[in-house]
């Protein structure tokens, strides 16, 4: 606590002091380089997880690989043979070796870009400009009590690729085999097929989507990992609102994307600056004639540490997130924000969603050590309950039909 929050006030108060902290955690410059500094500890199963978004179990493969290698020097060869096998390794690993010593050039590179892209208004990574003024308008009614769909229908209509994913995701063959809905031929009669709780819960989903085909093919596998991290995050929030009888599952929905809105504006940036990095690198070796460069600048992504790195800065995100969104209906920046009482049931809801969603993608690949699991369900107040609970869903199993009714006839 600093020395000036004892000195009395007797100013305009007209603004709570508490809305004034979270104003200011949401202007805070974003700095790859004092990333430490600007928010709080990052675990290091959280770490890990980082770690997986950006490369899968890289160890695995490479244990994989190697129990390949001695399978094929166990079997039964001639003298030569087991020569030639060991000479081929011991090529493989050389020309890997230099692979990667390519790959951690560029890896510098990208951290030096990282905090020149960082100051300049990272949120463009998570909207362009039109599509934040989109973004804006809608929210801003989003938790409305008195949203009618109509109200709904015009906060969207303006958004065209937004108003076009609600009319395909309605006429899809999956939805209508679900719902036996008839077709929609325009916004207005997807809306009302959808009402309020549908449209609120899948708006974020069609953001995440959207931003996910932007990417195209760079990092395709990161960023499949990171879409199934959002959905299975929204589906933790849901299990557990169904469990407590909540009435707002849809905002239980909207909120959960949201605690992952941080992840994809950092993972957007970190994959724009790293395309560009990869291509100036390209560039600059065919310049240089260098074919073995430029073959293995083609198979760079950033590594997992870089990733995690910029993870750092998740929290101070995410307020700035918030704040650009202008929720007026829904507290969001006070649920994510760590003080008070007054939120605690929704901030219990997506602390213990989000931490057991990258406990169970950490399982699945095998990267979940005892301890480190346990510190990060410890500090999301996980109860053994919800725990058991929640390991008992089959997350395969529910579509985001099967999800969106449960939402609609909440």
């Given at each position: 606590?600093?020395?000036?929050?004892?000195?009395?006030?007797?100013?305009?108060?007209?603004?709570?002091?508490e809305?004034?902290?979270l104003?200011?955690?949401?202007?805070?410059?974003?700095?790859?380089?004092?990333r430490?500094?600007l928010?709080?500890?990052?675990?290091?199963a959280?770490?890990?997880?980082?770690?997986y978004?950006?490369?899968?179990?890289?160890?695995?493969?490479?244990?994989?690989?190697?129990?390949?290698?001695?399978?094929?020097?166990?079997?039964?060869?001639?003298?030569?043979?087991?020569?030639a096998?060991?000479?081929?390794?011991?090529?493989?690993?050389?020309?890997?070796?230099?692979v990667n010593?390519v790959?951690?050039?560029?890896?510098l590179?990208?951290?030096?870009?990282?905090?020149?892209?960082?100051?300049?208004?990272?949120?463009?990574?998570?909207?362009?400009?039109?599509?934040?003024?989109?973004?804006?308008?809608?929210f801003?009614?989003?938790?409305?009590?008195?949203l009618?769909?109509?109200?709904?229908?015009?906060?969207?209509?303006?958004?065209?690729?937004?108003?076009?994913?609600?009319v395909?995701?309605?006429?899809?063959?999956?939805?209508?085999?679900?719902?036996?809905?008839?077709?929609?031929?325009?916004?207005?009669q997807a809306?009302?097929?959808?009402?309020?709780k549908?449209?609120?819960?899948?708006?974020p989903?069609?953001?995440?989507?959207q931003?996910?085909?932007?990417?195209?093919?760079?990092l395709?596998?990161?960023?499949?990992?990171?879409?199934?991290?959002a959905?299975?995050?929204?589906?933790?929030?849901?299990?557990?609102?169904r469990?407590?009888?909540?009435?707002?599952?849809?905002?239980?929905?909207?909120?959960?994307?949201?605690?992952?809105?941080?992840?994809?504006?950092?993972?957007s940036?970190?994959?724009?600056?790293?395309k560009?990095?990869?291509?100036?690198?390209?560039?600059?070796?065919?310049?240089r004639?260098?074919?073995?460069?430029?073959?293995?600048?083609?198979?760079?992504?950033?590594?997992?540490?870089?990733?995690?790195?910029?993870m750092?800065?998740?929290?101070?995100?995410l307020?700035?997130?918030?704040?650009a969104?202008?929720?007026?209906?829904i507290?969001?920046?006070?649920?994510?924000?760590?003080?008070?009482?007054?939120?605690?049931?929704?901030?219990?809801?997506?602390?213990?969603?989000?931490?057991?969603?990258?406990?169970?993608?950490?399982?699945?690949?095998?990267?979940?050590?005892?301890?480190?699991?346990l510190?990060l369900?410890k500090?999301?107040?996980?109860?053994?309950a919800?725990?058991q609970f929640?390991?008992?869903?089959?997350?395969?199993?529910?579509?985001?039909?099967?999800?969106?009714?449960?939402?609609?006839?909440?």
């Open positions: 606590m600093s020395f000036l929050d004892d000195i009395p006030f007797d100013g305009d108060t007209s603004t709570p002091i809305e004034i902290k104003k200011k955690k949401a202007h805070v410059q974003l700095s790859y380089r004092d430490y500094s928010s709080g500890r990052v675990t290091p959280q770490q890990t997880f980082y770690h978004l950006a490369q899968g179990n890289l160890q695995a493969r490479l244990e994989k690989e190697q129990q390949a290698y001695q399978a094929e020097l166990n079997r039964q060869l001639l003298e030569v043979e087991i020569e096998l060991k000479k081929r390794q011991s090529d493989k690993n050389s020309q890997l070796e230099k010593a790959h951690r050039s560029i890896d590179m990208l951290e030096k870009q990282l905090d020149n892209t960082l100051n300049n208004y990272p949120l463009k990574y998570f909207a362009d400009s039109r599509d934040m003024g989109h973004f804006k308008r809608i801003s009614v989003l938790g409305d009590d008195r009618s769909v109509s109200g709904l229908e015009s906060a969207i209509t303006p958004c065209k690729w937004l108003a076009d994913k609600f395909f995701f309605c006429n899809s063959s999956d939805c209508r085999s679900h719902f036996a809905n008839q077709e929609s031929k325009d916004l207005k809306t009302n097929f959808l009402n309020v549908g449209i609120t819960a899948l708006i989903v069609f953001l995440v989507e931003k996910v085909a932007l990417q195209k093919d760079f395709k596998q990161p960023w499949s990992r990171f879409r199934r991290f959905y299975w995050t929204a589906l933790s929030a849901l299990f557990i609102g469990r407590e009888k909540r009435n707002d599952l849809h905002i239980v929905f909207l909120l959960a994307y949201l605690s992952v809105f941080a992840e994809l504006m950092l993972f940036l970190l994959s724009s600056v790293a560009d990095v990869q291509q100036d690198s390209i560039y600059a070796a065919s310049k004639q260098s074919d073995f460069r430029v073959k293995a600048i083609e198979s760079y992504q950033p590594s997992g540490e870089i990733t995690a790195n910029l750092q800065l998740i929290e101070p995100s307020h700035k997130i918030i704040d969104l202008h929720f007026n209906y507290p969001a920046a006070q649920i994510f924000d760590s003080q008070g009482d007054e939120h605690q049931a929704l901030r219990n809801i997506m602390s213990k969603a989000k931490a057991f969603t990258q406990y169970k993608m950490l399982s699945i690949a095998k990267m979940d050590e005892r301890e480190d699991i510190e369900l500090l999301a107040n996980m109860d053994n919800t725990m929640l390991r008992a869903q089959d997350y395969n199993a529910v579509s985001i039909f099967h999800a969106l009714e449960w939402i609609r006839k909440a």
